[in-house]
């Protein structure tokens, strides 16, 4: 238990670079839909388990990580004519809320660090990409709301066509976005995707930067303080 706890970061970076994958497939051609799906709720639950440790913190991302689990099993039940806009909107709010939080909680987590070990530094990559998780959730609803915001070319095909598309093809969007690197086949077309665009890319620039510092900061920190005790 102690080695998991240890190397919890470790293992919740996995899971997130495993569901990345699965959701680059529009048609969860990967796994499958169910165990895609199951896949995605046990990241989730990671995330919600690993990063939230204070009470109050643990009870606002357990509403919206019940929120979002709940809304994703729920196409299994609800009858095909049943309309899919609302239960998306509530899901893409949902993982906004639980993703952007978990951000939050980790920059916070890294500046109240004073002894960093690798797994913290795999947290600070954690952060990063549940910061790239953030935003596409955030695209999405801006898809939802002002459809069109986003012109794709012709190698991503219908893309925005199929609720998984978008989720595949917005996630591609936010992670070129937050690492500098863009998406030269999908771009932002409308108000205020053309702004949020540009916002996720700077606060890329400077997460890496602070972030870096802070680590930095830290290590030399630990290494004065061994070099400046005193010899038994």
């Given amino acids: 238990m102690n080695t998991l706890r240890r190397h919890k970061h470790a293992i919740l970076l996995a899971a997130i670079v495993g569901v ?7 048609h969860r051609l990967l796994l499958g839909p169910v165990a895609s799906d199951l896949a995605i709720s046990t990241t989730q639950l ?7 440790g204070r009470k109050v913190n643990r009870l606002v991302a357990f509403i919206a990580l019940a929120t979002a689990v709940a809304v994703a099993w729920a196409h299994y039940v609800l ?7 609302p239960l998306r909107l509530i899901y893409h709010s949902a993982l906004l809320l639980l993703l952007g939080f978990a951000t939050i909680v980790i920059l916070r987590n890294i500046f109240e660090q004073r002894v960093v070990r690798f797994d913290d530094v795999l947290g600070a ?4 990409l549940l910061a790239a998780g953030a935003c596409s959730n955030l ?3 801006i898809e939802i709301f002002v459809p069109g915001s ?3 070319g012709q190698g991503f095909g219908t893309g925005l066509d199929s609720w998984h598309g978008r989720i595949a093809v917005l996630n591609y969007v936010s992670l070129g976005s937050l690492t500098g690197v863009g998406s030269g086949a999908v771009v932002p077309v ?3 995707a053309t702004v949020l665009i540009t916002l996720e ?3 890329g620039q400077f997460y890496i930067a602070i972030v870096v510092a802070q680590l930095m900061g830290a290590r030399l920190s630990q290494a004065l303080q061994r070099n400046g005790s005193p010899q038994t």
């Fill in 150 to 152: 986003f012109s794709v």
């Fill in 20 to 26: 990345a994958l699965v959701e680059s497939f529009s």
């Fill in 46 to 52: 990671l995330v919600f388990l690993i990063i939230f």
């Fill in 125 to 128: 990559v954690c952060g990063y």
């Fill in 190 to 192: 409308r108000p205020p």
């Fill in 79 to 85: 009858p095909p004519s049943y309309p899919q806009a």
């Fill in 201 to 203: 890319a700077v606060f």
């Fill in 139 to 141: 695209f999405t609803l």
